[in-house]
């Protein structure tokens, strides 16, 4: 329902055209720019910067104020009062479960987490030295070779059940790529432990003797989880709705988030930082990087830093200090080089004018690496976690896409190229 109009006059028309203003919840109020085709125009968006491409009631950021709501909930109350699970259940139903409707949940969860064994034979087909992201690619999108049952779109309940399969699995999957990487077996998932023990569990475990999590470093493995679960209309979550609105099954689509998250600009850049901080190498070279990055002639960007729309602070970047620096005491390794040359970073991108003119502060990536390191986890798995925890807000925007009528994503262009002409040579 229109609360507004706007009028739009362009040279050439007699007219202004009418275009009707909508109002959210929250945030800023969009226009509508349908009509605009019927009188021969289009909008021209390079990056998205200005376009709400769908309505959507999961996720709401405020990027100038540094705030994040899932389901209206910040995600400072979530970090600090809820887990990884429950939070799932919120970003898939919009409300919070009751203590009946979670324990339901985790045992589905836990009833799905096994894949199917046919799937270890797909590990054989690649290089051990394979980027984990690649096999990520072809082993998501394979499940929808196992899963027949469940892949009717337009049926609420195979949509949920495809929720729970990829919430469960995506965890045995990640290890199963770890291990693979490093020869060895195959760890199955243990149901007396929770969601982030149980992925510890199948990432560290072995066959010979029983895996006992330590909790503080579990607990950090749930809020990275997390904090990594929604972030509304990003590359990925975009990518996962449009190959959606064809119709593919949500594997594939699930498939293509995990692809277009892979990039050093997204998701990839939690594993640039280490790279990054690794290329570094010593607090003497932090210099001359810096003003690598400050340089416009050189395409070199500190990793970690900056955010398309937090302008202010990353509200999960500041969970993710606090829980970086309780992971760093209860392992001892406070003084390990990489992270005072990260320290150093940190506190010259917060005072540097080039820094602090573009409001580019660290963002959930810088210090969600430096987490991940310390748990030993090796850096070409730490996209494959951020997948893992993002495959809940990508497969909950898919099936609202699908809960209400909707069509085809198809995007126009500003064509540059050659009129028509006759071929000649
Ligand atoms: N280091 C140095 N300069 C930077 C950086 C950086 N990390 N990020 C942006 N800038 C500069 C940029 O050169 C430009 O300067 P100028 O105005 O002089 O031309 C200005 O800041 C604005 O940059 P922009 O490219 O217009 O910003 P954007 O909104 O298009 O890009 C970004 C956002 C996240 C892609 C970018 O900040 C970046 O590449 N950061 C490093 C990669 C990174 O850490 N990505 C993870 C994002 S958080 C996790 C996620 O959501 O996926």
Request: net charge negative.
């Amino acid at each position: 329902m229109a609360d507004k109009k706007a009028r739009l006059t362009v040279d050439g028309l007699d007219e202004a055209i009418e275009l009707p203003v909508y109002s959210g919840s929250e945030g800023p109020d969009v226009i509508d720019v349908r009509p605009l085709t019927g009188n021969g125009l289009f909008t021209y968006d390079p990056g998205f910067v200005s376009t709400a491409a769908c309505e959507s009631k999961i996720t709401y950021i405020d990027g100038a104020k540094g705030v994040l709501l899932h389901g209206g909930y910040p995600i400072e109350q979530l970090a600090e009062k809820s887990d990884y699970l429950e939070v799932c259940y919120l970003l898939l139903n919009g409300e919070l479960p009751t203590d009946e409707e979670k324990d339901k949940f985790v045992s589905t969860i836990k009833n799905h987490t096994m894949v199917h064994e046919q799937m270890s034979h797909f590990f054989n087909g690649f290089r051990r030295d394979a980027h984990p992201m690649s096999i990520m690619v072809a082993c998501v999108g394979a499940l929808s070779a196992f899963y027949h049952d469940s892949l009717d779109i337009n049926d609420a309940h195979h949509r949920e059940v495809c929720a729970y399969r990829l919430i469960a699995k995506m965890p045995t999957l990640a290890a199963m790529c770890y291990k693979y990487s490093i020869g060895m077996p195959f760890q199955y998932p243990r149901n007396d432990l929770n969601y982030a023990e149980n992925f510890l569990h199948m990432m560290f475990g072995n066959p010979c003797e029983e895996y006992v999590p330590n909790p503080i470093l579990a607990k950090a493995m749930d809020k990275i989880f997390l904090l990594h679960a929604d972030h509304e209309q990003n590359a990925s979550t975009s990518t996962v709705r449009l190959a959606g609105s064809s119709g593919a099954n949500p594997f594939a689509c699930i498939a293509s988030g995990v692809a277009a998250l892979w990039g050093p600009a997204h998701g990839g850049a939690n594993e640039a930082v280490l790279t990054m901080l690794e290329e570094i190498g010593d607090e003497s070279n932090i210099e001359e990087f810096v003003a690598k990055a400050k340089d416009p002639n050189d395409p070199f960007r500190l990793m970690g830093f900056g955010h398309r729309v937090y302008r202010n602070f990353d509200p999960r970047a500041k969970v993710m200090k606090a829980t970086c620096d309780q992971v760093l005491t209860e392992l001892g390794v406070e003084d390990e080089p990489l992270l005072k040359i990260a320290k150093r970073l940190e506190q010259i991108a917060l005072e540097d004018e080039y820094f602090v003119a573009r409001k580019l502060y660290p963002n959930v990536d810088f210090y969600s690496g430096i987490i991940l390191k310390a748990i030993g986890i090796p850096t070409s798995m730490f996209t494959v976690i951020f997948a893992l925890s993002r495959t809940i807000g990508w497969i909950s925007h898919w099936s609202e896409f699908h809960s209400s009528p909707n069509k085809i994503g198809r995007p126009r262009q500003l064509y540059t190229g050659p009129s028509r002409r006759d071929y000649s040579k």
